[in-house]
Nanobody
Framework: LVQLVESGGASVQAGGSLRLSCTASGTTYYQAWFRQAPGEEREGVASISTTTQTTSYADSVRGRFTISQDSAKKTLYLQMNALTPEDTAMYYC??????????????????WGQGTQVTVSS
């Protein structure tokens, strides 16, 4: 069992930046950030393979968000720039030991954190 703990969520104004962190208690081969706004489905934001460093991004965040990881610290990051009110959501860290054909699908991950809230005001 791998435990994931997110941090870094906050309230910011549009155009601002935030960096989210997720610390894992163990090793996973695939990691991702998801977000869920009230009344909406959980959606994949960005993913990374911890072995190949291959990344994937949702179209809505590509060019603004960057996913990265520090293997030594077992920490996953999400750098978020040029934030808009549409980015407001609970952000979740996720991990998996197995490959799935869609790395931004919730079905690909079996380890989840509790979430950290990001609120962007206009």
């Amino acid at each position: 069992l791998v435990q994931l703990v997110e941090s870094g969520g906050a309230s910011v104004q549009a155009g601002g930046s935030l960096r989210l962190s997720c610390t894992a208690s163990g090793t996973t081969y695939y990691q991702a950030w998801f977000r869920q706004a009230p009344g909406e489905e959980r959606e994949g934001v960005a993913s990374i393979s911890t072995t190949t460093q291959t990344t994937s991004y949702a179209d809505s965040v590509r060019g603004r968000f960057t996913i990265s990881q520090d293997s030594a610290k077992k920490t996953l990051y999400l750098q978020m720039n040029a934030l808009t009110p549409e980015d407001t959501a609970m952000y979740y860290c996720a991990g998996s030991l197995t490959w799935y054909d869609d790395p931004l699908s919730v079905k690909a991950y079996n380890y989840w954190g509790q979430g950290t809230q990001v609120t962007v005001s206009s």
